[in-house]
């Protein structure tokens, strides 16, 4: 692993076991998310982001299986990298690493709260079991991060329940909890998207804050482009469990190379559009089933590029057209071979 790199994915696969039957989920992608940096995944649904995610602390339900690859994480111990892949998926190891040193947050905060405690006592006890912390220490800790995170008078909503709170004030609390153990890792899994734009402001000028304050690195995951020029400062665009498009934001969004990127980016609202009245372009069809891939590039039967007998002959490969941008499509691939020339 490169020197500032803290967490590093290598040609993971993960399939679904259906009926005794593999189906592919993710095939084959790499990333690397470097110290203090936002590395956002980016795709429709279905397209394996939230996946990939689970896949990242091993917490992937049962019918889903790693079948291989490596995820490498360096911890900040300076000990050698743990891959944990290689970790049993429940043992001693991974559940020492999971909320500890990597935190993950949802787009649906109840999933991370009992509606029967206080929202103290569940990040408290988070606090105490992770860091051995007394009672009271846990308890001024959660008083602490609460009003880190922005909730009001934060000595009292310690003693809240979950519904007692908004919805931003559960994602906020959420984040909290995730923040308890001072992760260097924080993944996001959409966690502004059941937000009202207001709300979704302030918890990304949140999250922008703990990375600029704190150096904290995350994973973001996201179907929306313009939240990612938002946070983050680089972006793997994901189709169907691969990774069609990779790069920092400015190059994706300055100079996007693949079909799919550039729809995505064409479909992003803006103002002079809806002013003029302008339909909003959307991307023609959808993703297709699991059980349904198209033959080739997965993307074909939506591609206005489509190229007859290669791209539905088989998958594209990888194509670097600088060191930092990396793309999936026939287009590029003839463009390689020339500058090669
Ligand atoms: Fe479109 Fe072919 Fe490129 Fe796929 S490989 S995105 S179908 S041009």
Do not use: W
């Amino acid at each position: 692993m490169q020197n500032d790199v803290i967490l590093e994915v290598h040609n993971l696969h993960i399939t679904l076991d259906f009926d005794g039957e593999d189906i592919p989920v993710v095939q084959g992608i790499d990333f690397e998310l470097s110290a203090g940096k936002v590395l956002a995944l980016v795709g429709e649904s279905g397209c394996g982001k939230s996946v990939t995610s689970q896949a990242l602390l091993r917490l992937l339900p049962r019918e889903l299986r790693i079948t291989s690859g490596q995820i490498n994480f360096q911890a900040a111990d300076g000990q050698a990298p743990v891959d944990f892949v290689s970790l049993a998926k429940d043992g001693k190891k991974i559940r020492e690493i999971r909320g500890n040193q990597i935190a993950m947050i949802f787009q649906e905060p109840m999933s991370s709260f009992s509606v029967l405690h206080t929202i103290g006592n569940q990040i408290g006890e988070v606090i105490r079991l992770h860091l051995k912390a007394s009672k009271a220490e846990a308890r001024a800790l959660t008083v602490e991060l609460l009003d880190k995170v922005g909730i009001p008078d934060p000595a009292r909503a310690v003693d809240q329940y979950p519904y007692e709170f908004s919805g931003g004030m559960r994602q906020r609390g959420m984040i909290a909890k995730a923040l308890a153990c001072n992760p260097s890792v924080l993944i996001a899994d959409e966690p502004t998207t059941a937000l009202d734009v207001t709300i979704q402001a302030q918890v990304l000028e949140l999250l922008r804050r703990l990375k600029a304050d704190d150096g904290m690195s995350m994973i973001f995951i996201t179907h929306d482009l313009g939240v990612v020029a938002q946070i983050a400062d680089d972006v793997a665009i994901m189709y169907m469990g691969r990774i069609v498009e990779k790069g920092p934001v400015g190059e994706i969004f300055g100079n996007p190379q693949h079909p799919y990127t550039v729809s995505l980016l064409n479909a992003i609202p803006r103002l002079g559009d809806l002013s003029a009245r302008r339909e909003l372009a959307s991307i023609r069809g959808s993703v297709p089933s699991l059980f349904e891939r198209p033959p080739g590039c997965a993307f074909h039967p939506r591609c206005d590029s489509f190229m007859e007998k290669l791209c539905d002959a088989q998958p594209p490969p990888l194509t670097r057209l600088s060191p930092i941008h990396e793309v999936r499509c026939f287009l590029h691939q003839a463009a390689e071979k020339e500058a090669a020339l």
